[in-house]
Protein backbone atom coordinates (compact mmCIF):
# COMPACT_ATOMS: atom_id res chain seq x y z
CA UNK A 1 0.00 0.00 0.00
CA UNK A 2 1.01 3.79 -1.17
CA UNK A 3 0.68 4.54 2.72
CA UNK A 4 2.85 1.65 4.22
CA UNK A 5 6.33 2.42 5.64
CA UNK A 6 9.14 0.87 3.42
CA UNK A 7 10.93 -1.78 5.12
CA UNK A 8 14.16 -1.70 5.94
CA UNK A 9 17.38 -2.71 4.49
CA UNK A 10 19.20 -5.49 5.95
CA UNK A 11 22.25 -4.64 7.74
CA UNK A 12 24.44 -5.86 5.38
CA UNK A 13 23.07 -4.09 2.73
CA UNK A 14 22.93 -0.67 4.29
CA UNK A 15 26.88 -1.43 5.31
CA UNK A 16 27.60 -1.46 1.79
CA UNK A 17 25.58 1.58 1.20
CA UNK A 18 27.31 3.30 4.35
CA UNK A 19 30.85 1.87 4.13
CA UNK A 20 33.17 2.49 6.77
CA UNK A 21 35.72 5.38 7.32
CA UNK A 22 38.39 2.64 7.40
CA UNK A 23 36.93 0.47 4.78
CA UNK A 24 37.54 3.55 2.82
CA UNK A 25 40.88 4.28 4.10
CA UNK A 26 42.05 0.70 3.17
CA UNK A 27 40.54 0.62 -0.21
CA UNK A 28 42.52 4.32 -0.91
CA UNK A 29 45.24 2.62 0.83
CA UNK A 30 45.54 -0.86 -1.63
CA UNK A 31 44.95 1.41 -4.66
CA UNK A 32 47.77 3.66 -4.21
CA UNK A 33 50.05 0.04 -3.16
CA UNK A 34 48.99 -1.27 -6.80
CA UNK A 35 49.39 2.17 -8.99
CA UNK A 36 52.93 2.78 -7.52
CA UNK A 37 54.18 -0.86 -7.26
CA UNK A 38 53.04 -0.94 -11.11
CA UNK A 39 54.79 2.52 -11.57
CA UNK A 40 57.80 1.02 -9.90
CA UNK A 41 57.80 -2.08 -11.88
CA UNK A 42 60.69 -0.49 -14.31
CA UNK A 43 62.55 -4.07 -14.48
CA UNK A 44 59.15 -6.07 -14.91
CA UNK A 45 59.68 -7.18 -18.91
CA UNK A 46 62.65 -7.30 -21.21
CA UNK A 47 60.59 -4.17 -22.83
CA UNK A 48 60.31 -2.22 -19.46
CA UNK A 49 61.72 1.50 -19.19
CA UNK A 50 64.85 -0.35 -17.20
CA UNK A 51 64.17 -3.47 -19.22
CA UNK A 52 67.89 -3.96 -19.82
CA UNK A 53 69.11 -3.80 -16.36
CA UNK A 54 66.46 -7.02 -16.04
CA UNK A 55 69.79 -9.57 -15.77
CA UNK A 56 71.39 -7.67 -12.75
CA UNK A 57 68.12 -7.62 -10.83
CA UNK A 58 67.63 -11.56 -11.37
CA UNK A 59 71.31 -12.01 -9.55
CA UNK A 60 70.23 -9.66 -7.12
CA UNK A 61 67.28 -11.65 -6.80
CA UNK A 62 69.33 -15.39 -6.70
CA UNK A 63 71.64 -13.46 -4.04
CA UNK A 64 68.19 -13.10 -1.97
CA UNK A 65 66.45 -16.57 -2.63
CA UNK A 66 66.43 -19.38 0.19
CA UNK A 67 67.76 -22.19 -1.63
CA UNK A 68 71.37 -21.05 -1.97
CA UNK A 69 71.29 -19.68 1.58
CA UNK A 70 70.31 -22.75 3.26
CA UNK A 71 72.79 -24.83 0.92
CA UNK A 72 75.75 -22.54 2.16
CA UNK A 73 74.47 -22.43 5.54
CA UNK A 74 74.34 -26.10 5.85
CA UNK A 75 77.60 -26.86 3.85
CA UNK A 76 79.57 -24.51 6.25
CA UNK A 77 78.12 -26.50 9.01
CA UNK A 78 78.96 -29.45 7.60
CA UNK A 79 82.94 -28.11 7.26
CA UNK A 80 82.83 -26.30 10.52
CA UNK A 81 85.61 -27.18 13.27
CA UNK A 82 84.62 -24.88 15.23
CA UNK A 83 82.06 -24.98 18.18
CA UNK A 84 81.83 -21.17 18.26
CA UNK A 85 81.35 -21.05 14.29
CA UNK A 86 78.75 -24.08 14.19
CA UNK A 87 76.85 -22.49 17.21
CA UNK A 88 76.47 -19.48 14.81
CA UNK A 89 75.59 -21.55 11.57
CA UNK A 90 73.22 -23.74 13.05
CA UNK A 91 71.26 -20.85 14.44
CA UNK A 92 71.38 -19.31 11.08
CA UNK A 93 69.83 -22.34 9.68
CA UNK A 94 67.46 -22.45 11.96
CA UNK A 95 66.70 -19.05 11.37
CA UNK A 96 66.52 -19.76 7.31
CA UNK A 97 64.01 -22.49 8.11
CA UNK A 98 62.01 -20.58 10.34
CA UNK A 99 61.71 -17.83 8.26
CA UNK A 100 60.28 -20.12 5.20
CA UNK A 101 57.59 -21.88 7.23
CA UNK A 102 56.21 -18.42 8.41
CA UNK A 103 56.05 -16.56 4.92
CA UNK A 104 54.39 -19.88 3.53
CA UNK A 105 51.65 -19.92 6.08
CA UNK A 106 51.13 -15.80 5.69
CA UNK A 107 51.39 -16.30 2.10
CA UNK A 108 48.87 -19.49 2.08
CA UNK A 109 46.56 -17.39 4.35
CA UNK A 110 46.46 -14.18 2.74
CA UNK A 111 46.54 -15.54 -0.67
CA UNK A 112 47.56 -12.57 -2.24
CA UNK A 113 48.00 -12.75 -5.80
CA UNK A 114 51.16 -11.64 -7.98
CA UNK A 115 51.13 -8.12 -9.35
CA UNK A 116 49.38 -8.66 -12.70
CA UNK A 117 52.96 -7.25 -14.61
CA UNK A 118 55.29 -9.91 -12.93
CA UNK A 119 56.69 -12.10 -15.22
CA UNK A 120 57.27 -15.49 -13.99
CA UNK A 121 60.06 -16.64 -14.57
CA UNK A 122 61.61 -17.09 -10.97
CA UNK A 123 64.50 -19.26 -10.03
CA UNK A 124 63.15 -22.32 -8.25
CA UNK A 125 59.37 -21.47 -6.86
CA UNK A 126 56.99 -23.60 -5.32
CA UNK A 127 53.52 -24.04 -5.68
CA UNK A 128 52.79 -20.76 -2.91
CA UNK A 129 55.25 -18.70 -4.42
CA UNK A 130 52.05 -18.03 -6.97
CA UNK A 131 51.45 -15.69 -3.95
CA UNK A 132 52.73 -12.54 -3.30
CA UNK A 133 52.42 -10.90 0.10
CA UNK A 134 54.86 -10.97 2.26
CA UNK A 135 57.84 -11.05 0.48
CA UNK A 136 60.11 -13.76 1.47
CA UNK A 137 63.13 -12.47 0.12
CA UNK A 138 62.46 -8.68 1.70
CA UNK A 139 61.96 -11.40 4.81
CA UNK A 140 64.98 -13.27 4.33
CA UNK A 141 66.53 -9.92 3.94
CA UNK A 142 66.24 -8.26 7.38
CA UNK A 143 66.20 -11.50 9.07
CA UNK A 144 69.79 -12.32 7.28
CA UNK A 145 70.95 -8.53 8.26
CA UNK A 146 69.85 -8.40 11.23
CA UNK A 147 72.02 -11.76 12.26
CA UNK A 148 74.93 -11.06 10.15
CA UNK A 149 75.43 -7.47 11.64
CA UNK A 150 74.65 -9.21 15.37
CA UNK A 151 76.83 -11.97 15.02
CA UNK A 152 79.92 -11.16 13.06
CA UNK A 153 83.14 -8.99 13.54
CA UNK A 154 83.02 -6.96 9.93
CA UNK A 155 84.39 -3.29 9.32
CA UNK A 156 82.43 -0.24 9.00
CA UNK A 157 82.35 -0.53 5.22
CA UNK A 158 80.87 -4.18 5.38
CA UNK A 159 78.25 -3.76 7.40
CA UNK A 160 76.95 -1.05 5.21
CA UNK A 161 77.52 -3.10 2.34
CA UNK A 162 75.15 -6.05 4.28
CA UNK A 163 72.63 -3.12 5.29
CA UNK A 164 72.64 -2.23 1.47
CA UNK A 165 72.08 -5.70 -0.34
CA UNK A 166 69.45 -6.15 2.10
CA UNK A 167 67.86 -2.57 0.76
CA UNK A 168 68.80 -3.69 -2.81
CA UNK A 169 67.13 -7.12 -2.63
CA UNK A 170 63.94 -5.86 -1.15
CA UNK A 171 63.84 -3.00 -3.53
CA UNK A 172 64.25 -5.45 -6.92
CA UNK A 173 61.62 -7.21 -5.85
CA UNK A 174 58.89 -4.35 -6.50
CA UNK A 175 61.29 -3.38 -9.59
CA UNK A 176 61.01 -6.75 -11.06
CA UNK A 177 57.40 -6.65 -10.52
CA UNK A 178 57.59 -9.85 -8.49
CA UNK A 179 55.66 -8.06 -5.58
CA UNK A 180 53.62 -4.83 -4.65
CA UNK A 181 54.96 -2.25 -2.10
CA UNK A 182 53.42 -3.50 0.81
CA UNK A 183 54.38 -6.91 0.52
CA UNK A 184 58.00 -5.37 0.82
CA UNK A 185 57.41 -3.26 3.57
CA UNK A 186 55.78 -6.12 5.90
CA UNK A 187 58.16 -8.92 4.53
CA UNK A 188 60.57 -6.57 6.26
CA UNK A 189 58.66 -5.71 9.28
CA UNK A 190 58.21 -9.65 9.50
CA UNK A 191 62.04 -10.30 9.22
CA UNK A 192 63.05 -8.08 11.70
CA UNK A 193 60.73 -9.45 14.22
CA UNK A 194 61.60 -12.84 13.25
CA UNK A 195 65.57 -12.58 14.37
CA UNK A 196 64.14 -11.38 17.55
CA UNK A 197 62.47 -15.29 17.73
CA UNK A 198 65.93 -16.98 17.08
CA UNK A 199 67.77 -14.06 19.29
CA UNK A 200 64.95 -15.39 22.35
CA UNK A 201 65.27 -19.01 21.38
CA UNK A 202 69.12 -19.15 21.09
CA UNK A 203 70.50 -22.43 20.31
CA UNK A 204 73.60 -23.56 21.99
CA UNK A 205 75.86 -26.64 23.66
CA UNK A 206 73.83 -25.96 26.79
CA UNK A 207 70.14 -25.61 25.27
CA UNK A 208 70.27 -28.13 22.69
CA UNK A 209 73.13 -30.15 23.50
CA UNK A 210 71.71 -33.23 21.49
CA UNK A 211 71.66 -30.71 18.28
CA UNK A 212 75.13 -30.11 18.94
CA UNK A 213 76.34 -33.76 19.39
CA UNK A 214 75.25 -34.47 15.87
CA UNK A 215 77.54 -31.93 14.59
Known amino acids: PG ?12 MKLNPSFVGIALSSLLAIDLWASKRLGVCAGEGSAWGSARPLMKVIEVSGHGIPWLLGTF ?7 SLAAREVLLNLLFALLLDLV ?15 HNKMDMFVTISVDKYSFPSGH ?3 AALVCRFVLRHL ?20 RVMLGRHNMTDVLFGLLLGYVLYGV ?4 WLSPATAPTLFALW
Open 3 to 14: GAAAAPLPEEDC
Open 153 to 172: VLAVPLRVLVVLWALIVSIS
Open 198 to 201: VDHC
Open 138 to 140: ATR
Open 102 to 116: MVAVVKGLVKRPRPT
Open 75 to 81: YGLCQSD
